[in-house]
């Protein structure tokens, strides 16, 4: 288990470390261990922190789980996985744009369409016939 998920949910949520620890039933100090990774939270304790709205999918793993979705963005999930890639491709070019460091991430978009996708030097996408 990665320490930093369970942490960042619980800051997701707004919730002290010790507000955590009550509710589920633990010493704070065990709270800090499971945070700092020094320590793996059992089943009760998950268990427990999924009352509070914790999504223990993503404590686990660091991938958010489908429940924590909204019903528009599966929607919107569901298109975008039914798209043909290049369609995908071009979406996440776009989002890609859209972000402070305006850079595409090349592990991400496919290598044949990223060759075609060509920027201006401001970072703006130049069409291409």
């Given amino acids: 288990m990665n320490n930093i998920f369970l942490a960042e949910e619980r800051l997701r949520l707004g919730f002290k470390a010790k507000e955590v620890a009550d509710f589920a039933g633990i010493a704070i100090p065990t709270q800090s261990n499971y945070e700092k990774g020094k320590r793996s939270p059992d089943t009760r304790y998950l268990y427990e922190i999924s009352k509070l709205g914790f999504d223990i999918h993503y404590v686990v793993t660091g991938k958010r789980s489908v429940d924590g979705v909204s ?53 703006k996408l130049i069409e291409k016939d």
């Fill in 71 to 123: 019903k528009d963005d599966r929607s919107l999930l569901e298109l975008f996985n039914n798209a043909p890639k290049a369609v995908q491709n071009y979406i996440r070019s776009g989002l890609y744009m859209t972000q402070p460091r305006k850079m595409l991430i090349p592990s991400v978009i496919e290598p044949d369409v990223a060759d075609t996708i060509e920027y201006s030097a401001d970072q």
